[in-house]
């Protein structure tokens, strides 16, 4: 797994459901693959509980969270994959405490759509070609850096 992927690779699934039909207690499981208990209790849920829940955290996250992106500019050097890539700061603004919490979107279009997604805390934002003087100011508000 790269460091910044933010997602477990697709075998963790498989064996969590190995390690629970071997009769491992969710815990064991969570502390041997080494990933949050919830991560392992949504793992184990029924394909219909897993959109059960999906389909809840939607209708909740749409009256609690609204998203918010700006685009910023370019990067030659991704932090997470380092290749060139456009580069997006995106939130999701908590309605009720009105805090936001950042992360990274680099979109990397050769030949199809990828991107990498990683937290705003692992990379500073150096070294991005901003579009424009005022995106780098709205870039240094939005995050209180000077």
Known sequence: MTPLSGRWPRSYPIRARRLRDAGIPYVEIATRLEVP???VVFWLLSP???ARKRQSDRE???VTQKPGHLYLGLIEQCASCGERGYVYLR???QVKS???AFNWDVSHR???ERHCFFALRL???SRINFASP???QEFRELVGVA
């Open 123 to 125: 990379w500073s934002g």
């Open 60 to 62: 909740r996250n749409a």
């Open 91 to 93: 939130w999701q603004l």
């Open 48 to 50: 219909e509980a897993r």
């Open 134 to 136: 005022i995106r780098e």
């Open 37 to 39: 208990f919830g991560t």
């Open 110 to 112: 050769s030949g199809h």
């Open 98 to 100: 009105g805090r936001r």
